[in-house]
């Protein structure tokens, strides 16, 4: 009952089984550090402590500004600059401020942690950080890609102490179209670290008309437009299922789950980074038109949307997939009165639709195929998050030359050296995503240990064999298992019926019971079971029933 790393060595031809030694025993399978190590192994998450090559390039403490930034740098202190993060962040990225100006106009800035400041090219910090290439978030745990002492302290734009910026500062119009803008190396003092509910409580309080609240009034009600220009581009409004769980204080076993609560707030800082990110890359490209870090997402064939136009023909809605416009309005018109969570669940299913985002070199593809299909824009980068992305790390490091607040360097200007970067990126950012999404299924295994739960779910996939089930309350997805000598398979529609009264197609409500399938221990799975409605000879009772 133990998981256990070994190498193979080699696999003779005439073999069915590899040859290879024991390396290690990592614990006992079903305990939680031993399979968190083990997700970490399968998706090659490094997870080292710092070497003390990496430590030694950190600054000692007590950190102090020295005279010669302070005579580089723009001073932004006595601006009302606030941050709006999750609760329990602690590597702060970004802050914001918003000033309305005489001319009606507004000063809107996004302030981005300096790393490039902290972490030089070439130094042993630099070489992990572009191995790790990201933070990873487990459900329980961060894996960062730098040290703490910059993550969380040097780097991290916590409120009221100086911090080194990257700003991207611009004059708006009233109706957020973009008058002027610049870029500059800053010192800033962060007013306020907001949690999105705190910030949307300053918002919502009108007797509130402070700096600050007023500062966000104007930020939340400029993101509103941007947010509506880019829908009328043809920019998507996806969907995914996302929790949060709550850990008990001393075990950290996940003990309660939630959905994630989405506020204006989270709206409206992620409509000023997406205006940054593209401000840069059109600024870097521009500058550096063979050698800018830029981010693309294809548009997906029409192969890719089969699943998803049948799914919609089913409850008599054509989607135009065309153009992601097309597509765009016609997932905002596919709505069923009495089926509120009908469009949610097609936007689901059009979430799987799409191609993987990715990280090029400008100088490796034509112009033509710089475009981010999801977001609607001809050109895109990652600039705001350099904590936690070593993307936005090389793009601090071609903007601060693009501007005269740095050197360049070789390998910044080497086209194939970028490219090879961008691979790296590409595979380190996957591997996080599927980490991050092995880790809330193990907590999911986790929390439903000792608990039986009964809940409304939907259908998002029919086959033969099984209902592929999305339990919102608990954002899993697990398939119910079908006996096939009860119930008959309709592919074209597709559903599955039992003896013509009862049938079940995508999108239709069930209730199932939740429980924890550990006959394998080495795999072990989610157990779904019908409750409702009612099949004679698969069903089982609820809960209810089976009390009384």
């Not at 602690?90 to 302030?111: M, Q, R, S, W, Y």
């Not at 030089?120 to 040290?147: F, H, N, Q, S, W």
């Not at 309350?473 to 119910?480: D, F, H, I, S, V």
Request: with cysteine.
């Amino acid at each position: 009952s133990q998981r256990i790393v070994v190498s193979i060595d080699n696999w003779p031809r005439h073999s069915r089984y590899p040859r290879g030694h024991f390396v290690r025993a990592l614990g006992k399978i079903g305990d939680k550090d031993t399979e968190n190590e083990v997700l970490l192994l399968e998706h090659d998450i490094p997870h080292q402590p710092f070497s003390a090559a990496v430590m030694a390039c950190l600054p000692s403490l007590p950190w102090t500004i020295s005279a010669e930034e302070e005579e580089k740098r723009e001073n932004l202190r006595h601006i009302a600059i606030c941050s709006v993060d999750p609760p329990g962040c602690t590597d702060i990225d970004d802050a914001l401020h918003c000033i309305k100006l005489d001319n009606g106009n507004f000063e809107v800035g996004v302030h981005i942690a300096d790393v490039s400041h902290f972490i030089r090219p070439g130094t042993a910090v630099d070489d992990e950080a572009g191995d790790r290439c990201t933070t990873v978030y487990l459900t329980d745990k961060r894996i960062d890609m730098v040290p703490e002492l910059l993550s969380s302290n040097l780097c991290s734009l916590r409120s009221n102490v100086d911090r080194f910026a990257f700003s991207c500062i611009w004059e708006l119009a009233a109706d957020s179209t973009i008058v002027k803008t610049r870029f500059t190396k800053s010192i800033i003092r962060s007013q306020a670290s907001f949690t999105y509910a705190e910030a949307q409580l300053r918002i919502d309080n009108a007797a509130d008309n402070d700096q600050l609240a007023m500062s966000l009034r104007h930020l939340n009600a400029l993101a509103k437009l941007l947010k509506k220009g880019r829908i009328a581009s043809g920019a998507l409004s996806l969907a995914s299922p996302e929790i949060n769980f709550s850990l008990d204080n001393e075990t950290h076993d996940p003990i309660s789950v939630k959905t994630k609560q989405v506020l204006e707030t989270n709206s409206m800082v992620e409509e000023f980074m997406l205006l940054a990110n593209v401000s840069v890359a059109k600024h870097t490209c521009d500058y550096f038109p063979q050698v800018a870090v830029l981010r693309r997402h294809p548009s997906p064939p029409t192969s890719n949307y089969e699943p998803l136009v049948k799914a919609a023909l089913s409850k008599g809605f054509a989607l135009a997939v065309d153009t992601n416009k097309a597509l765009a309005d016609s997932l905002e018109a596919a709505v069923v009165p009495n089926h509120p969570f009908f469009n949610t669940l097609l936007r689901i299913l059009a979430t799987r639709c799409m191609m993987q985002a990715l990280y090029f070199c400008s100088g490796s593809l034509p112009r033509e195929e710089y475009v981010h299909y999801g977001l609607a824009a001809g050109i895109y980068t990652h600039f705001t998050s350099p904590i936690r992305r070593y993307s936005d790390l090389m793009v601090h490091r071609l903007l601060a030359v693009s501007i005269g607040a740095d050197n360049t360097f070789a390998d910044l200007l080497d086209k194939h050296k970028i490219e090879k970067v961008c691979n790296q990126l590409n595979y380190r950012h996957r591997m996080a995503q599927y980490a991050g999404r092995a880790s809330v299924g193990l907590h999911t295994q986790l929390f439903f240990k000792n608990r039986v739960a009964e809940e409304e779910g939907y259908i998002l996939s029919v086959r033969k064999n099984a209902l592929q089930i999305l339990i919102p309350k608990y954002g899993l997805e697990a398939p119910l298992h079908l006996d096939t000598s009860i119930f008959t398979f309709s592919p074209t529609v597709p559903s599955v019926e039992v003896g013509g009264n009862v049938s079940f197609g995508i999108f239709d409500s069930v209730v199932v019971r939740v429980s924890l399938n550990d006959d394998d221990l080495q795999h072990q799975r989610l157990k779904l079971s019908l409750v409702s409605p009612k099949v004679k000879g698969f069903s089982v009772s609820s809960l209810s029933e089976a009390r009384a």
